[in-house]
Structure formats: structure tokens, C-alpha cells
């Protein structure tokens, strides 16, 4: 009786929501952007592990500011975003990133960010109504000229310039829905949450003047799923000026928070297949690094796996620098550093075949491998990198032109962000 009535209260919260959520298409009064701004020096970085709503400003003294103030119709920034409490990763970084290159570029930015709770489903929606309710046209007199939404459900605030940077949408609701590393399909109200998440994200995403995706992969689901055009916006892994080579090792580096979506328990398997002395370093945060370490042990291959855990920056970059290559096996992957990372180290990139935005930049036998995701054949790409290190050599070095002409820049992100803006 109990789960009944969880259920039907489920089943009324998403109704209740669904009728509220329309009612917010909130049409903001234009005239909040004539009131005048005032002065800040409050110079805060953003820190994941600081609060939900943190904060960075430029001085009004800067350079490019000054020479710009005269025509410059867009000053003052919001990015929103959501914040899982005590987790940093990838996205924290991104979000950083976009801060600093809005500052250096003259901006006064900030960080709005909500915690964000998706068990049980219901809390979804109501982190959504939060965005809805929020009213980001001004703060403290001080007009907010353009907001920039990079997760759902920041994404759906509502704003008269409003422009998008999708790291990626709720991915349990899209392409991993009915995955090993799906936990939405499972729950008695899944699919009606689902059809809920698609509906909002149709609804609130094309009220952005602009759409960018983080990759060329995240575009294609936009697409795919919700008939929305966005245009791939790509940008620097936050390593990059630190990155450098150096001596091929006899180990394939990969480094990424241990999970069940990044697949590490792959390449731990598939050491036992080798038939060449390589080995495999595993680093990143994880819970259960207890459980990795007894996948290493009943496959029997404790000699040739190390799972590091945490590392410092610096160890980390050793790391990348003194590798055979670098492996990085995610189930359809947003975008990822790790494979940029590894180019800008000048090592070969083995990827799975299956990992999204984790391929894009590696084509099959120039700058790295490209394998199914099956322990057996890993195995071989892992012992064609040993066997013939001269060509694992030089599809690295092959990565680092790569990237390098590409020319991933902040700039070009800021540039494209603002005129998107209007």
C-alpha cells in the first residue's frame, strides 16, 4: 500500500508540474536592461566545492573593457549550471573554463549553480521548476545582460538572451535509456519521466537565441531526439598549456573517476588476453576502488594493473607524459578530455568504437586505435602499441598536430558565445 500511494504521488507531482512548468514561459520585461550597474570587486573563482552560487568579476579597470564599454551592449554574464555536492569533474572544469575566458575577455561573469538530485525521479522536475522560478534578469539593480545554459535542467531558465552550451542533456532519458548505465527505465514511472524530460528540454531549449553543443556527438542526439539544430562548439581540455611528451613507457595511461559508464573493468580484462609485457595504469576518484581491485585480482593480472586512485595535477601529467599510450573506453561520451589530453602528450589514443564524442578526434591507425569494446579486441590494439612503439610514436605525435591545428581556443568560444547573444 505504501508503494502504491509513492507512486500515485509521483504520478500527481508530475502532473502538478507538467500544468505549472507551461505557465512559466515567463516573458521578462525588456526595460530591467536600462538599469544602471554597479560597481563589484568581490574577484571570487569558481570553486565546485564552494556553495552552489559562486562567482568570479573582472576589474572595471581592465583594458579590453575600457576600449570596449562604448559599444558593448552585453557586460554583465550568468552561466548556469548544476552542481552535484562533492563531485569534480569534466564539467566542473568546463564551467571554469568558460568563466576565466569571459573575465579575461573583459566580461563581468558569474556561476549560478543549484544542487542537483535526480532519486527519486520526482526531485528531477523539481529542479527544473527551480529554474523556472528564478528570475535572472537582474540582481542588486544591476542588470544581467546574457545568460549561458550548459546542463539540464539550468538550461531551461528563462531569460530574453539566453544563449546554449549543452555539455549534454539528461542522458537517461535519451541515449542511455535502456543501457546497463540507465537508471531511469527501472523505476515504475520511468518512461512517463522520460517523455516529461524530452517534453521540457523541446519546450525551453529553442527559447535560446543560439544553440551550441558541446560536440559533434551531443549535436547529433539534439537532432536525433528532439528535431533541434545546434552548431558543435569546441574548446581546450583544461590541461592543455601543461600537457607536454616524453618517453614512451611500457604502459597505456587511463585516467578518469572510476564508473561503471567509463568502462575501466575493459581494459582490466583484457590484460589477460595480451601477449606482449604491456601493462595498464588506472587513475581517478572513485567509491569503489575496492571493486576494481578485485576485478584485477580474479582475472589474475595484479602484476600488470595499478589502479592509482586520486593523483595530483603534476603526477598526472607525469603520467600522461612517460606513457606507452592512452586509453580511454567510455559508453558514448559527451566530449571528453582524456582523449584530447592524450594527443596534447603526443601518445597514441585507444578508444572504443562506441564512445561518442570520445572518438571524434581519432581516426583508425593515424592518431590512435580504434577498437570494439571487447576485452579480446583491446587486447590486440593494446599489443600492436607494444609491438611496434615506432608507429605507436608516431600516431602520438600525429594527435598532437592534430589538435594543434585545430586551434581550440577560449577566445574563439567567448567571440562566438557573444555574437550568437546579439
Not at 380 to 392: G, P, Q, T
Given at each position: 500500500m505504501y508503494r502504491i500511494r509513492r507512486i500515485l504521488n509521483l504520478k500527481s507531482q508530475i502532473l502538478l508540474i507538467a500544468f505549472i512548468l507551461p505557465i512559466l514561459s515567463i516573458h521578462v520585461n525588456s526595460s530591467s536592461r536600462n538599469r544602471p550597474a554597479t560597481s563589484s570587486a568581490r574577484g571570487r573563482a569558481f570553486s565546485s566545492r564552494r556553495g552552489f552560487v559562486v562567482s568570479c568579476q573582472c576589474s572595471d579597470n581592465s583594458p579590453l573593457l575600457r576600449s570596449r564599454r562604448a559599444s558593448m551592449t552585453i557586460r554583465n554574464i550568468l552561466i548556469c549550471t548544476t552542481q552535484v555536492p562533492f563531485t569534480a569533474g569534466g564539467a566542473e572544469s568546463h564551467v571554469a573554463g568558460l568563466l576565466d575566458a569571459f573575465v579575461e575577455a573583459g566580461y563581468n561573469a558569474e556561476v549560478v549553480a543549484l544542487p542537483f538530485k535526480w532519486y527519486p525521479p520526482s526531485e528531477i522536475m523539481r529542479g527544473a521548476l527551480a529554474w523556472r522560478l528564478l528570475d535572472l534578469t537582474e540582481a542588486n539593480g544591476k542588470a544581467v545582460d546574457l545568460v549561458v545554459g550548459m546542463k539540464f535542467p539550468a538550461y531551461t531558465v528563462a531569460h530574453p538572451r539566453k544563449v546554449l552550451w549543452i555539455m549534454h542533456q539528461y542522458r537517461a532519458a535519451y541515449n542511455l535509456w535502456g543501457t546497463p548505465f540507465d537508471d531511469l527505465s527501472t523505476h515504475p514511472e520511468g518512461a512517463r519521466m522520460r517523455d516529461w524530460i524530452r517534453h521540457c528540454d523541446a519546450r525551453f531549449i529553442p527559447e535560446a537565441r543560439k544553440v551550441f553543443a558541446n560536440s559533434r556527438t551531443v549535436a547529433e542526439r539534439l537532432r536525433l531526439y528532439n528535431g533541434i539544430e545546434s552548431e558543435p562548439l569546441y574548446h581546450p581540455p583544461p590541461r592543455a598549456a601543461?600537457?607536454?611528451?616524453?618517453?614512451?613507457?611500457?604502459?597505456?595511461?587511463?585516467p578518469s573517476r572510476l564508473e561503471a559508464q567509463k568502462r575501466q573493468e575493459l581494459l582490466i580484462e583484457a590484460l589477460k588476453y595480451v601477449r606482449t609485457p604491456v601493462r595498464a595504469v588506472l587513475a581517478g576518484s572513485t567509491r569503489e576502488r575496492g571493486r576494481y581491485e578485485s576485478l584485477v585480482k580474479r582475472h589474475g593480472v595484479g602484476g600488470r594493473v595499478r589502479v592509482r586512485g586520486f593523483v595530483s595535477e603534476g603526477e598526472l601529467i607525469k603520467l600522461y607524459s612517460g606513457a606507452l599510450g592512452v586509453c580511454y573506453l567510455p559508453f558514448d561520451e559527451d566530449y571528453g578530455y582524456v582523449t584530447l589530453e592524450g594527443m596534447l602528450s603526443s601518445k597514441p589514443v585507444v578508444v572504443a568504437r562506441d564512445g561518442g564524442g570520445a572518438t571524434e578526434f581519432v581516426e583508425h591507425g593515424s592518431e590512435g586505435l580504434v577498437a570494439d569494446p571487447d576485452p579480446r579486441a583491446l587486447a590486440?590494439?593494446?599489443?600492436?602499441?607494444?609491438?611496434?612503439?615506432?608507429?605507436?610514436?608516431?600516431m602520438g605525435e600525429r594527435g598532437r598536430e592534430k589538435l594543434l591545428a585545430l586551434n581550440l581556443s577560449w577566445r574563439n568560444v567567448v567571440e562566438k558565445i557573444i555574437s550568437a547573444a546579439g
Open positions: 601543461s600537457l607536454r611528451a616524453g618517453e614512451q613507457g611500457d604502459y597505456v595511461f587511463y590486440e590494439a593494446l599489443d600492436s602499441l607494444y609491438s611496434d612503439r615506432k608507429r605507436a610514436r608516431r
